[in-house]
């Protein structure tokens, strides 16, 4: 009889590991931020990279004849932007376009989202309905619109001049007044379409319980859209609003494309003067001061948001 | 750019930049003239890279700046100068190809020192179309031979009201755009009121007796509701094509679009005659504006022979013949060109007045300065605040002069 040899055991030995020492949490967090490195290296390559080199161009005279070598020229750019009266011209246009784009639609939205949002027969060809404005490409609205707010043959003018509204040959985006809310009614029209569904979805959300027992309770429509709707939807409106904020702050195509920032620079916004400074003047120095500007201001606009989410007594 | 390596038996591609691929009405006479042209020369195939006519120039200098130009670039007049102080045209001095042939000036007028950097395309003249139908509603048989006449027709026309169909009738079109198209259409009132834009040593103008009445002239245009208000160059074209203008100015190629725009299509042709912009006194030089479409080749391109034999091909008596094929009404700067049977045709006749003005008193536009673009934009902002918001001409010219002056000083 064969007497197989007794194999001793290994010792134990703690092997290295460089997360030693770490707690379980820790050692996720580790792990999650290793996952995630590779992506924000790129993120920070493709994005802030423009950024940061954005950022150094409005500090020098880079035109199109001192392009192969510009120069430092410090604070020269937003001196010049501020002392002409430019800047806050462009941050006046800016405002008060996105604050009525953003409160027309946000009003539009809701009012819609309320009323489409019960059980109403044909809801959903409704919401389907809603959401074709934002089917189509901003390009394509601008030239609806375009065509329609022509003041000689376009359908506003005829049809508000046959109610006898106002005179049928009105101009709209050569008027130094109307221009403005001109563009502001193409952007609502195009975009009150995501701000609906976002309310529409949020509206699902609310407990049906919670309204039953507040209409047991003698509760109105006001009251209970004032303490159960709107406090149910507070993260989804401040998200709805920030993200309406940033996309009307770049918006672009329909302006330029309805008014090309006149007349007499009424409807040039931020994102206009950036263009036309780089790529019709040729001051790359000045375009990007004035895109800087730009950026902090949505950077404040942002850091507002986010701590009003923070304050949240819904999260 | 064409691609710089290729192997032994493939053909030069070569890139053209243009904006007349992307439009409807001579798209297809690109087409014809790069077949034409291939055909010719079988090594070298044409890459067509059209880009609407709005957004070419940014385009051409994106590209440029960005490393990766065409070898052949499409460019309004008024672009050329940007593009050589941004140094990406290639000289054409010893590149171009049968320089003698080209009608006196017209190499000159794109030479900035001593580089000749474009070459003259087609010309263009901004003339006077004018809708006889109207005047013949107004009581009058015959065009206009001095400017006083063509503002008493057209004051006549706007008072016959509305037209059949209950549109405004106007009496002269007058573009109140923010572009510059729509500064450079001024410079004709400013020069006939005894303005000018710069003077001969180079100096800024704008600011003078001349101007201000060419500006208070046009904002009487428009508050008499002679010209529409409030309307761009494209609007006028339609208004024109409508029959609801009596005179409209722009370049000889409109012809076709007046036919596409027109419900009367063709038959349009037969409501208006063509004549340059009537001077003070009948038979004195006009003030009709020259305009060209050029051809530039790219500094970084390896096939400049290639690109300056394509530039031979498109404004040499084929080339021409193909572009007009479909009426697009092109005028020739070169004198083979010149002598096709296109021109010679009886229905072309009309084109004899451009012609005419060719080696006339039409004036050349003072493009030579890349600031030239931002202050024809400034032009038309200063119509917009006469016309539009009624300031007074006297300080709006005022400040056209200062920021002129800053733009030039640049």
């Given amino acids: 009889m064969t007497v197989s040899p007794k194999i001793e055991p290994l010792p134990r030995t703690k092997a290295y590991s460089p997360f030693a020492g770490l707690t379980m949490k820790q050692r996720d967090n580790v792990f999650v931020w290793m996952l995630v490195l590779p992506a924000y290296i790129v993120l920070m390559l493709v994005v802030f990279g423009p950024i940061l080199n954005g950022i150094i ?20 750019n937003y001196i010049e932007l501020v002392e002409s009266g430019d800047l806050l011209g462009y941050i006046t246009v800016t405002f008060v376009f996105v604050g009525l784009v953003v409160g027309i639609q946000f009003l539009l939205g809701m009012g819609i989202a309320l009323l489409i949002g019960n059980d109403l027969p044909g809801k959903n060809l409704l919401r389907g309905l809603f959401m074709l404005p934002w089917t189509i ?7 609806i619109f375009l065509l329609m707010l022509q003041p000689e043959y376009g359908v506003i003018n005829y049809t508000l001049g046959s109610l006898g509204i106002m005179d049928a040959r009105t101009q709209w985006l050569q008027n130094p007044q109307l221009a403005l809310p001109a563009v502001i009614m193409a952007s609502v029209w195009r975009q009150f379409p995501i701000m609906l569904i976002m309310f529409v979805a949020g509206l699902q959300t609310i407990p049906h319980d919670t309204v039953e027992a507040a209409k047991i309770d003698g509760a109105g429509p006001v009251a209970i859209f004032r303490h159960i709707t709107l406090p149910f939807l507070r993260s989804i409106i401040l998200i709805n609003v920030l993200l309406a904020i940033i996309r009307n702050f770049q918006m672009f195509t329909i302006i330029y494309s309805m008014t090309s920032g006149g007349p007499l620079g009424r409807t040039t916004t931020l994102s206009l003067a950036t263009h036309f400074e780089a790529f019709r003047s040729f001051d790359w120095g000045k375009g990007a001061a004035i895109g800087v500007v730009w950026l902090g201001i949505l950077v404040v606009i942002t850091l507002f948001f986010n701590w009003l989410q923070r304050r949240d007594p819904m999260a | 750019m064409g691609s710089a390596v290729q192997a032994q038996d493939e053909p030069i591609v070569l890139d053209f930049a243009n904006w007349i691929g992307a439009e409807e009405s001579t798209s297809d006479d690109l087409a014809a003239m790069i077949a034409a042209f291939e055909t010719a020369h079988p090594n070298i195939r044409i890459n067509s890279q059209p880009t609407p006519f709005n957004q070419s120039l940014e385009t051409l200098l994106i590209q440029s700046l960005g490393g990766d130009p065409p070898d052949v670039g499409m460019a309004h007049i008024t ?11 290639a000289p054409l001095n010893e590149l171009l190809l049968n320089q003698e042939d080209y009608l006196p000036g017209i190499l000159e007028s794109q030479t900035i020192a001593d580089s000749l950097v474009a070459v003259p395309w087609a010309s263009s003249r901004v003339v006077m179309y004018a809708n006889m139908e109207l005047l013949a509603q107004a009581g009058y048989d015959s065009v206009p031979e001095t400017w006083a006449e063509m503002l008493e027709m057209a004051y006549a026309v706007k008072d016959l009201g509305t037209g059949e169909d209950g549109g405004q009738i106007y009496g002269l079109g007058v573009s109140s755009g923010q572009v510059p198209g729509a500064g450079y259409f001024l410079l004709p009132y400013i020069w006939h009121y005894g303005g000018e834009f710069q003077s001969e040593e180079g100096n800024i103008v704008l600011d003078s007796e001349g101007t201000i009445a060419a500006f208070d002239q046009i904002k009487a245009l428009f508050e008499d509701s002679v010209s529409p208000s409030g309307v761009e160059i494209r609007d006028l074209r339609e208004l024109f094509a409508q029959g609801r203008i009596a005179f409209h100015w722009d370049i000889e190629a409109m012809v076709a679009t007046f036919a596409s725009l027109s419900p009367r299509a063709e038959e349009f042709r037969n409501a208006y005659e063509i004549l ?13 504006i020259s305009i060209f479409h050029t051809l530039t080749i790219y500094e970084e391109s390896p096939y400049q022979e290639e ?3 394509f530039i031979d091909f498109l404004t040499g008596p084929e080339g021409i013949a193909i572009y007009n094929a479909n009426g697009g009404n092109k005028l020739p700067v070169r004198s083979s060109s010149g002598e096709i049977e296109f021109y010679a045709q009886p229905e072309n006749a009309f084109l004899d007045v451009f012609i005419q003005a060719i080696e006339g008193p039409a004036r050349s536009l003072p493009a030579q300065s890349s600031a030239f673009l931002d202050a024809m934009l400034a032009l038309a902002t200063a119509n917009q605040r006469v016309a539009l918001n009624g300031e ?3 300080t709006v010219i005022a400040d056209l002069q200062e920021e002129v002056q800053s733009l030039y000083a640049e």
Avoid at chain 1, 137 to 143: D, N
Avoid at chain 2, 79 to 89: D, H, I, R
């Fill in chain 2, 79 to 89: 672009w050329v100068a940007p593009l050589a102080e941004a140094g990406v045209l």
């Fill in chain 1, 137 to 143: 490409p901003s390009i394509v609205v601008a030239f």
């Fill in chain 1, 57 to 76: 161009i409005s500090f020098t005279q880079n035109t199109l004849r001192t392009r192969e070598n510009p120069t430092w020229n410090s604070f020269a």
């Fill in chain 2, 307 to 309: 690109a300056a034999l």
């Fill in chain 2, 276 to 288: 340059l912009i009537p001077g003070e006194m009948p038979q004195t030089p006009t003030d009709t």
């Fill in chain 2, 392 to 394: 007074e001409s006297a």
